[in-house]
T-cell receptor, first 110, second 111 residues
Framework: GQQVMQIPQYQHVQEGEDFTTYCNSSTTLSNIQWYKQRPGGHPVFLIQ?????EVKKQKRLTFQFGEAKKNSSLHITATQTTDVGTYFC??????????FGQGTRLTINP | NAGVTQTPKFQVLKTGQSMTLQCAQDMNHEYMSWYRQDPGMGLRLIHYSVGAGITDQGEVPNGYNVSRSTTEDFPLRLLSAAPSQTSVYFCASSYGGRGYTFGSGTRLTVV
């Protein structure tokens, strides 16, 4: 079945440094979604990418979808303490099931 | 709008007991799903539904049942609780293939 792998599992940075998490699927995806989960909270939807090679930005966050629609990345520029949390990618095969990666837990030293 | 409401927030069960986790949404979303979250395992799909009367299995369906008699409600039943079902359970909904809205979760401990 569909598998979504995400690396790294953990990342610790100094405030102001950049951060990147990568997501790879074993199959071609119809779209990919990104979520953020704060400690003790629930996942919150950030963005959805649909087109091959698509790049979207939300302030300091940049999301990319690979040309083959099998990989994606999230890059945060100049991290702030409010960026702390776990970032999940989730891939859709077709129109239905959304399968999540294991997540990247980001911690920040102020 | 309340969004996605899950009850209870916390639950302790004894091995072998059964219970139902409730999930309700007031956004008229056709798609609803249940995930469990375990440390280092991310979110794993248990069951999902694409509309009232239609359900299907996800990655880890064993030991769980679901039904979808209305658009609003999607309860998850644990048939005979086992310690391996200790987890945080999230219900989520969406429409039109858009991003999911998650409930605040149910923290279940099976002793």
């Amino acid at each position: 079945g569909q598998q979504v792998m995400q690396i790294p599992q953990y990342q610790h940075v100094q405030e102001g440094e950049d951060f990147t998490t990568y997501c790879n699927s074993s199959t071609t995806l119809s779209n990919i979604q990104w979520y953020k989960q704060r400690p003790g909270g629930h996942p919150v939807f950030l963005i959805q990418l649909v087109k091959s090679g698509e790049v979207k930005k939300q302030k300091r966050l940049t999301f990319q979808f690979g040309e083959a629609k099998k990989n994606s990345s999230l890059h945060i520029t100049a991290t702030q303490t409010t960026d702390v949390g776990t970032y999940f990618c989730a891939g859709k095969e077709g129109a239905q099931k959304l399968v999540f990666g294991q997540g990247t837990r980001l911690t920040i030293n102020p | 709008n309340a969004g996605v409401t899950q009850t209870p927030k916390f639950q302790v069960l004894k091995t072998g007991q059964s219970m139902t986790l409730q999930c309700a949404q007031d956004m008229n979303h056709e798609y609803m799903s249940w995930y469990r979250q375990d440390p280092g395992m991310g979110l794993r799909l248990i069951h999902y539904s694409v509309g009232a009367g239609i359900t299907d299995q996800g990655e880890v369906p064993n030991g769980y049942n679901v039904s979808r008699s209305t658009t609003e409600d999607f309860p998850l039943r644990l048939l005979s609780a086992a310690p391996s079902q200790t987890s945080v359970y999230f219900c989520a909904s969406s429409y039109g293939g858009r991003g999911y809205t998650f409930g605040s979760g149910t923290r279940l401990t099976v002793v």
